[in-house]
């Protein structure tokens, strides 16, 4: 069957994040008892004001076609988002919303990229950059990180990673999978390196903005001699539990934001329109309505962190912000329990989800493979669990 699809999807790898949410439903349905890890996805429910406002749509038909980028007064409204949250002047022109953060930076991407630029992406980094690079047919240039600089990288790296080939730079903060954030004296360093390359666009991936456990959030956007050339992606998945809702933006420069609604149009068009009227309710609420939601997430944050410091063999740093724990876990490779032997962080996703029942993400899906995932976006009393399931598993190694 493979010779007879295009190089393009032959080349392109499945997520290993629906992967394992996959194998871990597998399991589910033949009776075990699964905690699954592995998907970033909220288990609050989406607030009630936002779910009134689709039901209010759904009664006064507002079922038509919209606008590609969506309905003129949902992007004026994420426009005053950005304006209180970012103190950043958009118009409702400069707003593209599209079915989910994922089509916003794959817009984004396939408006920038020709064959053989160059696109810098910082390593861990979230699943789908990579593929999509592939999409546009691109080429990605890592640059690498690690968990004693909390995975952020610096100016100096950057600068020395620019090429003459080189035209977008995309990183996410907080950063999904390790749960970095970059502070705004960071941000403003690596905007320095930018400023000096003219040709060179950013896409800045936002959408754990709410999910912040330090302080205040940066967007690169907000440094003006760079303005122009970011492209700031944002939604609602991670932030209001919204994501079957399947809801994402990006604003951008006038000539970046209608080239992406060219490229929408050619795609899927605008975006349900129930959806974006329950997403007009959502960018209304203030940010510190989002607080418990952040603040249960910070106190998960601290019980896993905690749990996986009893376990030999596991370095952890604190994340600052997104739902993710990213331990380095080489410790147990070449280990075995006298009938698995665990290569690499692969197997021990396998392991630990064969052994423990517990669905978690290999590193090498990030670009990082002496790591694994773990998402606590969950119950207390699942996190519990799994953390002692993960260490009696553990202990069965040598």
């Not at 984004?108 to 990579?130: F, R």
Request: hydrophobic share 40%.
């Amino acid at each position: 069957m493979q010779e007879i699809l295009s190089n393009r999807i032959n080349n392109l790898s499945e997520s290993q994040t629906i992967a394992m949410a996959r194998k871990s439903r597998e399991l589910i349905a033949k009776g075990i008892d699964i905690i699954n890890l592995s998907l970033g996805e909220p288990d609050f429910n989406t607030p009630d004001k936002i779910k009134e406002a689709a039901k209010k749509a759904i009664d006064e038909n507002f079922s038509f076609y919209t606008h590609v980028s969506g309905y003129v007064e949902l992007r004026e409204a994420i426009a005053k988002k950005f304006k209180r949250d970012n103190n950043l002047d958009y118009t409702s022109e400069n707003i593209v919303v599209s079915t989910g953060a994922k089509q916003s930076i794959a817009n984004a991407m396939l408006c920038l990229v020709n064959p053989g630029d160059e696109v810098i992406v910082p390593a861990p980094y979230w699943v789908s950059y990579l593929e999509i690079i592939k999409l546009t047919e691109g080429t990605a240039k890592i640059i690498e990180t690690t968990i004693d600089n909390d995975f952020k990288i610096t100016a100096e790296q950057l600068k020395n990673a620019i090429t003459p080939k080189s035209k977008v730079l995309i990183y996410s903060s907080p950063c999904n999978p390790t749960g970095s954030v970059y502070s705004k004296e960071e941000l403003q360093k690596i905007a320095d390196v930018i400023a000096q390359h003219p040709n060179i666009f950013v896409i800045s991936d936002e959408i754990y903005e709410h999910i912040n456990f330090v302080g205040k959030h940066t967007s690169l956007a907000e440094f003006s001699e760079i303005k122009e050339r970011v492209i700031t992606i944002n939604g609602l998945s991670k932030g209001f539990a919204m994501t079957g809702w399947r809801i994402g933006f990006l604003a951008a420069s006038l000539p970046i934001a209608k080239a992406c609604d060219k490229m929408q149009g050619q795609f899927t068009s605008a975006t349900c329109s129930i959806a974006q009227k329950a997403a007009h309710a959502a960018v209304e609420i203030l940010p510190e309505e989002t607080y418990p939601m952040r603040d249960a997430f910070k106190r998960r944050r601290d019980l896993v962190i905690d749990g996986l410091k009893k376990i030999p063999g596991i370095k952890t740093n604190n994340p600052d912000g997104a739902f993710y724990v990213f331990p380095e876990v080489s410790y147990y490779f070449g280990k075995t329990d006298g009938t698995t032997l665990i290569k690499d962080a692969n197997d021990l996703c396998m392991y630990l989800l064969n052994k423990a029942h517990v669905s978690l993400v290999p590193g090498e899906a990030f670009g990082a493979p002496n790591y694994i995932r773990i998402s606590y976006a969950t119950s207390d009393e699942k996190l519990k669990e799994a953390i002692r399931r993960i260490a009696e598993a553990l202990s069965k190694l040598s």
